[in-house]
């Protein structure tokens, strides 16, 4: 089974199984929090370093698909973290039958989940961080279309 494609882009630089592709803003880009893959951030215009082992040249108009499933483990990354560091910041002293006096327990265990969903949200960019320092390319070249 082939990995649908999620993309085309334009070859700017090719160097060895490494190329630079240049594309528009994807669908999913718009919400994106990783922004940090691509480089998008504001512009219009990002540019993917992806994987070329189908050899295409600067130029041509390729097709792009994900290498590794990393769109999965990014959405897991951005939403699954800090929405369980949420959870676990309201169970954990709810179980434990924590509370604060001269404070609601219903406000003293939201504060909690608070506090348990920033630090997942700290944990999951961490964790973006190094995959984005450990994998060298998170798409690849799929498909050649044509010239330019």
């Not at 600067?58 to 897991?76: A, M």
């Not at 709810?94 to 509370?99: E, I, K, P, V």
């Not at 608070?114 to 700290?122: D, K, R, Y």
Request: aromatic share 10%; glycine share 12%.
């Amino acid at each position: 089974m082939t990995p649908a494609t999620i993309g085309e882009g334009i070859v700017r630089f090719v160097q060895g199984e490494t190329a630079l592709v240049e594309v528009g803003n994807l669908d999913a880009c718009s919400d994106c929090g990783a922004k940090m893959i691509c480089g998008q951030g504001t512009r219009k215009q990002g540019m993917l370093r992806a994987r070329n082992v189908i050899h295409a040249t600067v130029g041509q108009v390729v097709g792009l698909t994900e290498y590794h499933g990393i769109l999965v483990k990014v959405s897991f990354m951005q939403f699954a973290v800090p929405l369980l560091g949420f959870f676990l910041g309201v169970f954990i002293p709810y179980c434990s039958g924590l509370s604060i006096p001269a404070v609601a327990d219903e406000l003293a265990l939201f504060s909690f989940g608070l506090s348990g969903l920033f630090l997942g949200g700290i944990i999951s960019w961490k964790w973006i961080l190094r995959l984005t320092r450990l994998h060298k390319h998170f798409f690849q070249i799929s498909a050649i279309y044509s010239e330019v």
